[in-house]
């Protein structure tokens, strides 16, 4: 079995779980307000900003641009960015654990191409000129066949492979976790 139906696998329960959390939901179903969806670019901010950082440690190629696209967007909404989040600890230890992590990181911009449709029906965001992170953007299916490449091409050993499960579900519940926090919008 390849490494991303392995992740895949062992990731699906954490990855549905985190779907009924997310305020992404109120997209999908075009009642999102603006606040809400400020909510949901605060989340997303602190939640990729830790992610990614710690993923180009490993992976030095790694683009790591998610959090810059939701901070664009913060600050077209005024909405201030706070910077570093000490209060939120992710951590990869190894290059096996960044690609773990990655695995979710760059999937989820699979689910934004489709908020991204979902967007322009939403009519309290219309005003908003230009979304950044949920541009609906192809390079990002570029972005996350590259990385399927790069996961398929990394020779891991039983113990790697292991540490890349544990760390792809470490990374749902770390997502999770900032999905729950009370965050300050304005």
């Given at each position: ?44 901010y602190r939640a990729y900003s830790n992610t990614e950082s710690e993923i180009k440690k490993f992976l030095p190629l790694y ?124």
């Amino acid at each position: 079995m390849k490494m991303i139906e392995k992740l895949k696998k062992e990731t699906r329960e954490l990855h549905e779980q985190i779907e009924e959390k997310n305020l992404a939901k109120h997209i999908i179903d075009h009642n999102i307000d603006l606040e809400t969806y400020k909510l949901l670019l605060i989340q997303n901010y602190r939640a990729y900003s830790n992610t990614e950082s710690e993923i180009k440690k490993f992976l030095p190629l790694y683009p790591a641009k998610k959090h810059l696209e939701l901070q664009k967007d913060l600050e077209q909404l005024g909405v201030p960015v706070e910077n570093p989040f000490k209060s939120d600890t992710f951590r990869c230890h190894s290059t096996a654990e960044a690609l773990g992590a990655a695995y979710v990181v760059e999937g989820s911009a699979l689910g934004g191409m489709v908020l991204a449709k979902n967007l322009e029906k939403c009519t309290a965001l219309q005003e908003i000129n230009r979304h950044y992170f949920f541009s609906g953007d192809k390079e990002n299916l570029l972005e996350w066949k590259n990385f399927k490449q790069e996961l398929e091409e990394y020779d891991f050993s039983e113990i790697e492979e292991q540490e890349a499960i544990e760390k792809a579900k470490d990374t749902f519940r770390f997502f999770s976790a900032v999905f729950e926090k009370e965050y300050q919008v304005s």
